[in-house]
Nanobody
Framework: EVQLVESGGGLVQAGGSLRLSCATS????????IGWVRQAPGKEREGVSC????????YYADSVKGRFTVSTDDAKTTMYLQMNSLKPEDTAVYYC??????????????????WGQGTQVTVSS
C-alpha cells in the first residue's frame, strides 16, 4: 500500500526558509514519478516540482525556480522540498504525491495517483 506523510510546514516570515519532508512506504522510488503540488485557498492546484525517474529530469514550476529544491534521501524513502526566499504567495497546503508512471507529464499537477494528507505553509509579509 502506497503511503505518504508530509511534515515540516509552519509559519515563516517572508524571506525565510522551510524544509518539507515526505516519508513514503509501499513503493520503490525509481518505479514512479514523485513530486510536490500545492493548493492555496480559492486557487487551483499547482505543480511545484516533479522527479521524473524515467527520463532523469526534475521539473520545477517557474514560480519556484531558483528558490525551491527537491531531493531524496539515500535510502530512497523520503523526499524533501527545501524552500528558500519564501514569499507570501507561497502560502498554501503542500502535498507530496506519486504518479503511477516513470515520467512527469507537462500537467503533472493533475496526474498524481496517490497523495499525502498535506502540510500547511504560511508565509507572512
Amino acid at each position: 500500500e502506497v503511503q505518504l506523510v508530509e511534515s515540516g510546514g509552519g509559519l515563516v516570515q517572508a524571506g525565510g526558509s522551510l524544509r518539507l519532508s515526505c516519508a513514503t512506504s509501499g513503493f520503490t522510488f525509481e518505479d514512479f514519478a514523485i513530486g510536490w503540488v500545492r493548493q492555496a485557498p480559492g486557487k487551483e492546484r499547482e505543480g511545484v516540482s516533479c522527479i521524473s525517474h524515467g527520463d532523469h529530469r526534475i521539473y520545477y514550476a517557474d514560480s519556484v525556480k531558483g528558490r525551491f529544491t527537491v531531493s531524496t534521501d539515500d535510502a530512497k524513502t523520503t523526499m524533501y522540498l527545501q524552500m528558500n526566499s519564501l514569499k507570501p504567495e507561497d502560502t498554501a497546503v503542500y502535498y507530496c504525491g506519486v504518479i503511477v508512471d516513470t515520467v512527469c507529464g507537462e500537467s503533472y499537477a493533475s496526474d498524481f495517483d496517490y497523495w499525502g494528507q498535506g502540510t500547511q505553509v504560511t508565509v507572512s509579509s
